[in-house]
């Protein structure tokens, strides 16, 4: 099973945990996807059960955590400088 996912370059897996670096931004919009979800189930856990902030703003913060927030910490990565020479070439 082994010999299926074995990379015959070694080097090129050190270079794919290279390109796997977070930079602040990427911290910071975790950090606030954490802080919606978190503050979503404590909004839901202390609404009453037919009002507006158990059926309607706590699960729109969930979504906006879980959905938009989180993955886009994931996937954001700052332009390199190389990166932006070729476009402007």
Known sequence: MSKLFHNK???SNASLFES???STTNYVLFGIGLALIIAGFFIMA???V???QSLTLAPIMLFIGYIIV???ALIYREKS???E???GS
Do not use: H
Request: net charge negative; charged share 30%; glycine share 4%.
């Open 9 to 11: 370059d070694s080097d």
């Open 20 to 22: 796997w670096d977070f």
């Open 46 to 48: 202390s609404g009453e």
């Open 50 to 52: 037919n009002s507006f």
């Open 70 to 72: 989180i993955p886009a």
């Open 81 to 83: 400088p190389e990166v």
């Open 85 to 87: 020479e070729n476009l």
